[in-house]
């Protein structure tokens, strides 16, 4: 994942355009999904017929909630939209919109509108809801949130997205329904993409002041260096790797994450919630962080509050490896999604793709929303709490389905 902006957060509403849409999805077709960034060959949506059924009664009242694990995703729904037939509203973090004036024209007139990921932004929730009960576009949300790299395997999705359905249901005035339809987006290596794997590792274990022993196991190897890259970059923050790093990767990773966070907030100071989840309060620091950096009262402190925000950034990313992600399965595909991460991390950049993929999506069960309306009145929470569990697993029953099929170079493991 990249860095979260430290400037000024200001709505950015969606003005689609036909016109703009249409160029947008060619370009996207013919030169940005086979871009040496993206080399994205194929999209290939395996079960369309899905879709066509359940809107002969949903029309366009359709919230599209696919997984993000990989940069490409974006692009990989625009065509997906595309052979569908379908327009569809993107929410997407406020980031996006600071790359360049021309880029945020474009997709703001393609139908991207902004959210503050960092606190709750009423403007893109009305926005969101008033897309979902016009059903004039559909609209889609990345209910992850955040690029992870870990494509077969589900991260917890954020309640965002479950609390705007909901609540458009239930504003949702005469006949007509709105239907969620959980997306699985699988890509896959279609070539060897070995030799580029472990060029890139080796390009990662150098700049670690390590070196790459293409003799030894990658697997091993790979848990090694990002040790090493782990390490150097929590000295830089005087956390010290607790002993028995190597005993359970995964535990280690989150009392770190954890340490950071604990101290984070009695510096701040501020208590976390009993229902806060880690990145529940990673969020919260950023938050704060972000309010006082705008706080010109606050101006002789700025240093101070990007320090914080580095050492959440750190925590955030720590606490994104799960530690078992490759060792479960050391596919071709896994091995290079974290090998991918781990460069990211490394350098604060978005590297480009290393070898020639394909993207697979598989639509879910159109879930309606109606259905939940009662008990969304009787308890938003716990509406909002079991909608995002079936979505969830909905998705990964997707992943799981087409990781079953799959017959390419990308499925194969690194080391048979």
């Known amino acids: 994942m990249l860095e979260f902006s430290d400037r000024p957060y200001v709505f950015v509403p969606p003005k689609m355009n036909r016109l703009v849409l249409a160029l947008m999805r060619q370009y996207n077709l013919r030169r940005l999904l086979g871009s040496p960034a993206k080399r994205l060959s194929r999209v290939i949506v395996t079960n369309p017929e899905l879709l066509h059924a359940v809107r002969s009664t949903a029309g366009n009242r359709l919230l599209f909630l696919p997984n993000h694990s990989t940069h490409c995703d974006s692009e990989i729904m625009i065509e997906c939209h595309r052979q569908l037939g379908v327009r569809s509203l993107f929410m997407a973090a406020y980031d996006i919109f600071l790359r360049s004036r021309l880029e945020a024209w474009v997709i703001q007139h393609c139908g ?34 955040n690029v992870l790299f870990t494509n077969d395997s589900v991260e917890d999705f954020l309640q965002g997205a479950a609390f705007i359905a909901l609540k458009a249901a239930k504003s949702l005035d005469g006949p007509g329904d709105i239907h969620a339809v959980p997306v699985s987006i699988k890509a896959t290596h279609v070539t060897d993409a070995r030799p580029a794997i472990c060029r890139r590792l080796t390009d990662i274990a150098v700049t670690a002041g390590t ?19 782990l390490r150097r970059e929590l000295e830089k923050h005087d956390y010290p790797l607790p002993e028995g790093a190597d005993d359970d990767l995964g535990a280690v990773l989150r009392a770190v994450a954890t340490a950071i966070v604990e101290a984070l907030e009695a510096e701040i100071p501020r208590q ?65 999604e974290t090998v991918e991460k781990l460069m990211e991390d490394q ?18 069960t159109p ?47 690194f080391s048979p």
């Open 347 to 364: 350098t604060s950049t978005m590297p480009p793709a290393y070898a020639e993929r394909h993207a697979y999506v598989r639509l879910g």
């Open 211 to 229: 070196g790459f022993d293409r003799d030894r196991d990658v697997q091993a190897e790979l848990r090694r260096i990002g040790m090493i890259v």
């Open 272 to 336: 976390p919630k009993p229902r806060d989840t880690l990145v529940d309060r990673i969020r919260a620091i950023r938050r704060f962080v972000h309010e006082f950096l705008l706080d010109p009262e606050q101006a002789d402190r700025h240093a101070q509050a990007h320090a914080w925000a580095r050492q959440a950034m750190l925590a955030f990313r720590v606490s994104s490896y799960s530690g078992d992600y490759v060792a479960t399965k050391p596919t071709v595909d896994r091995v290079g």
């Open 112 to 145: 991207v509108f902004s959210i503050d990921r960092d606190g709750s932004d009423r403007r893109a929730i009305a926005t969101a809801m008033e897309t979902l009960t016009a059903g004039r576009f559909a609209l889609t949300i990345f209910p992850e949130g």
């Open 367 to 413: 879930v309606s929303l109606s259905a939940y309306r009662s008990a969304f009145e009787e308890s938003p929470r716990q509406a909002v709490q079991v909608l995002t569990d079936e979505w969830e697993k909905a998705v990964q029953a997707g992943l799981d389905g087409l990781n079953a099929q799959l017959q390419t170079p990308g499925a194969e493991l």
